[in-house]
């Protein structure tokens, strides 16, 4: 190497082998000025001439790939393939949808078995519903279990119940969720297209009806007769002693109220109804008007009333007629 740390020769193979030739014989004494050592087992030519920053890097010893890896993990991966596999299999063949609508979900039953299953649920605040029916339409049941389940999907679920103003529910560990809730008050019943639906006082629908609970709710029927609900149990009062008589109001093209009695339809006027009710109780106090025969009471005229008879009422009043008009003494 020159001065300015050039090599004065290319490093060519021709190179090399003058750089061997001018290496002294194995056995022989160094010559004067050069190191003296022997060379190491699979020491190169190359490493020889070159000095030792300037050689090129080994690599590392090549060390096969079963003595790298930890004993017994190849063993572990197949298990864990196969487990994921069979994991999948049973996700996509439908065994866990039918095992978590059977038992819950595996963390439902972790939890459980811990002691931590909703064991008891309390309901405050019923009045028409039923606990089961609460119970059902949040969804809870024996695979629920208390840390994993959501009071605000309960809440929901609950609130979405027709007959529910407000409702609340709280956990109670390590056991119990209580729930507490407002019903809407029933005030009538609304037949409409054949269906009949448990309103409240402002004619809002708030559940169907299903059983007997509500049968004992006055009854309105017609298009917007549920809007009209006030109107008509301001009729139920004025009826008095007539009220448990009533079945139904009808309303009549949106404009006016028909009283359905024990098979007598009372027509009551647009403007005044509560007025001709009042008419109709003293009307019944003095001549049991609705004891006879007839089928009608019309009370739209407010200086007269208009009855309908029956078919029976109407042939005895046509008899009873002709009997009048008949001469004294004449044969029949």
């Known amino acids: 190497m020159d001065g300015g740390g050039r090599f004065p020769e290319p490093l060519t193979a021709a190179g090399y082998a003058g750089a061997e030739a001018d290496m002294p014989a194995p056995g022989a004494a160094p010559a004067r000025g050069a190191p003296s050592r022997d060379a190491r087992p699979g020491e190169s030519l190359l490493d020889r001439v070159l000095p030792r920053v300037l050689r090129p890097r080994r690599a590392s010893v090549a060390v096969p790939i079963e003595r790298r890896m930890p004993r017994h993990l190849g063993m572990g991966l197949a298990f864990g393939f196969f487990g994921l596999v069979a994991a999948a299999g049973f996700v996509s063949g439908g065994g866990y949808a039918e095992m978590s ?48 389940l959501s009071v605000v999907d309960v809440r929901d679920r609950l609130s979405t119940v027709p007959l529910i103003g407000a409702v609340s529910v709280r956990k109670i560990y390590p056991r119990e969720l209580l729930i507490t809730l407002t019903e809407r008050e029933p005030s009538a019943l609304w037949q409409r297209n054949g269906e009949i639906a448990v309103i409240a006082a402002d004619g809002m629908v708030i559940d169907q009806m299903r059983d007997g609970r509500f049968a004992n709710l006055p009854l309105v029927v017609g298009d917007e007769a549920n809007l009209r609900t006030k109107e008509y149990l301001s009729l ?49 106090a003095e001549s049991s008007l609705l004891e006879k025969d007839i089928i009608a009471v019309d009370l739209r005229l407010p200086d007269r009333v208009v009855v309908r008879l029956t078919e029976e009422g109407a042939a005895a009043r046509l008899e009873a007629q002709k009997k009048k008009q008949k001469p004294k003494g004449t044969e029949t």
């Open 236 to 284: 139920l009062e004025a009826a008095g002693p007539l009220k448990d008589r009533i079945r139904a109001g009808t309303l009549v093209s949106g404009r006016r109220w028909t009283l359905k009695l024990d098979g007598i339809d009372v027509r009551l006027p647009e403007t005044g109804a509560r007025e001709a009710v009042t008419r109709l109780v003293k009307l019944e």
């Open 101 to 148: 609508a059977r038992y819950g979900t595996p963390l439902d039953i972790a939890a459980r078995t811990l002691g931590f299953g909703v064991d008891t649920v309390t309901i405050s605040g019923l009045v028409q519903l039923h606990p089961s029916e609460i119970l059902k339409a949040a969804g809870i049941d024996r695979r629920n279990s208390l840390p994993f």
